[in-house]
């Protein structure tokens, strides 16, 4: 694994969003089908020991994902997400929220925006989450505050524990 | 009772609970729906963050929300850590995987 892989992770207060970027080792291509293919999405998106289970998803415009996180002991928490813009390999953009097992969103939830962009066999991802109720964004900003002033500060840390797994 | 911060972090449940409440304040309902233990041990489990001055309360009408304490935000680097690793283990996870079909894909 190449070690110079960008990480990113900032939140802009102006306009209510939290930006990540990040680089992988990967075409454009299979990069895109990891963030839109569930079988793959199923995955990587669960941060460890959690496990990520795709009830169903329709990746079309208007189509939706429905899925759980499920902890160790086999709690579930839901989430539905809604696909509101595809640009094939480019851009594509969704409202997340989470929900109960019946698919009752809890809103309000958050607009994601993803781009991608390949060259020389790496591709960058962005993701910007916006959250529209600026009510919830302070909440947010109380936990996502130091990541801010972490990414300055430690990103050649960062870099180096990334690289080390 | 005033209790040591890390306290806070050293258990799964508790982390689990301020990373919930990092993304939004929750009622104590809405909080439990998200474990499998007892509402009584998820309020054990607040009582402690409380103690620990991560978690405060806010009323809003006839509803109670737990928020993180800002002014505590300083002293749990560790947590942001913790939420920032969220996403770091996540692009890890991708990166492992990518590398699997791209293996899989030369062999052929």
Known sequence: MKNDLLFDFTVDKSTKTVLITREFDAELSLVWDAFT???????????????????????????????????????????IQEYTSITPKTNFKMYNAFADADEN??????????????????????????????????KLEQGFKIGMSMTLDNLDKLLETLSQK | MRRD??????????????????????TPNALAEHFDIT????????????????????????????????????????????????????FNQLDKLLSTIKNKKNEK
């Not at chain 1, 994601?112 to 960058?124: A, I, L, R």
């Not at chain 2, 799964?12 to 919930?20: E, H, K, V």
Request: hydrophobic share 35%; proline share 5%; aromatic share 10%.
């Open chain 2, 39 to 90: 509402r009584q041990a998820v309020s054990k489990h607040i009582r402690i963050l409380s103690e620990c001055q991560i978690v405060k309360q806010e009323q809003a009408g006839r509803e109670i929300y737990y928020q993180l304490d800002i002014n505590k935000i300083e002293e749990i680097d560790q947590w942001v850590e913790q939420l920032r690793k969220i996403w770091e283990t996540r």
């Open chain 1, 37 to 79: 293919r569930p079988e793959l999405l199923d995955q990587w998106v669960a941060p460890e020991p959690y496990k990520a289970k795709t009830k169903y998803m329709n990746f079309e415009v208007g189509g939706k994902r429905f899925y759980a996180m499920v902890s160790p002991e086999g709690k579930e928490s839901w989430a």
């Open chain 1, 105 to 138: 969103p809890e809103l309000p939830g958050s607009e994601w925006d993803h781009n991608f962009s390949g060259q020389n066999g790496t591709t960058k991802v962005s993701i910007s989450i916006y959250n529209e109720s600026l009510e919830r964004l302070e």
């Open chain 2, 5 to 26: 911060v890390f306290q806070a972090i050293a258990d799964p449940t508790r982390r689990a609970i301020i990373t919930l409440i990092a993304l939004h304040a929750m």
